[in-house]
């Protein structure tokens, strides 16, 4: 079945270190997005790439960093610089089409401890 | 700017009628959509609406698009405890960016 694939669907992080979240799409679409959802909050953008090797930063990039060498992979890495960073962590992709919809994976929990 | 207003909570009882509503900002938008989230689960779509429609109906969701007050509203008839959840509205802008809200917390009592 076509979708977004991501992981994992938890993961712990000790301060300092830099943890690298999943996202994987087998739906052929250019664009792919990383969203952070605070509890109890909506969603806000971290990066987003529109084709493989190019990536722009979106509204909260600072203590993030991506790459795009496939079209079908987006991987996200927190870095140590992320001061906050226990948050539910979404990844879509987008394709032109039917509804010009944007999809989303099913999440990644990331908590500090 | 770029902007998608919703209210944070709707409370109605289960069999009820929910109309959970929606302003934003860009009148150039060409879709309009509204998702659904679960806890914690992604974001699901529910439906969306091309910007040159005033309503589109689909089983037991209507949405309803009021482009001169830039008023998105969805309508959800029978409401049953499966409808708890998050609805986000949100729009597409020319780029590649979907504009989404905060998100509209749906309470069903049974």
């Known amino acids: 079945d076509g979708g977004i694939t991501q992981s994992p669907k938890y993961l712990f992080r000790k301060e300092g270190q830099n943890v690298t979240l999943s996202c994987e799409q087998n739906l052929n679409h250019d664009a792919m997005y990383w969203y952070r959802q605070d509890p109890g909050q909506g969603l806000r953008l971290i990066y987003y790439s529109q084709i493989v090797n190019d990536f722009q930063k979106g509204d909260i990039a600072e203590g993030y960093s991506v790459s795009r060498e496939k079209k079908e992979s987006f991987p996200l890495t927190v870095t140590s610089a992320q001061k906050n960073p226990t948050a539910f962590y979404l990844c879509a992709s987008y394709g032109e089409g039917s509804g010009n919809t944007i999809y989303f994976g099913e999440g990644s929990w990331l908590t500090v401890v | 700017g770029e902007d998608v207003e919703q209210s944070l909570f709707l409370s109605v009882r289960e069999g009820d009628s929910s109309v959970i509503n929606c302003t934003y900002t860009?009148?150039?938008?060409?879709?309009l959509y509204w998702y659904k989230q679960e806890p914690g689960a992604g974001l699901q779509l529910l439906t969306y609406i091309f910007s040159n429609m005033d309503m589109k109906q689909d089983q037991r969701l209507t949405v309803l698009l009021n482009k001169k007050d830039k008023h998105l509203s969805l309508r959800i008839a029978d409401t049953q405890t499966g409808d708890s959840a998050i609805y986000f509205c949100a729009y597409h802008t020319g780029g590649f960016k979907t504009i989404f809200g905060a998100g509209t917390r749906l309470f069903v009592k049974a």
């Open positions: 860009d009148s150039s938008s060409t879709y």
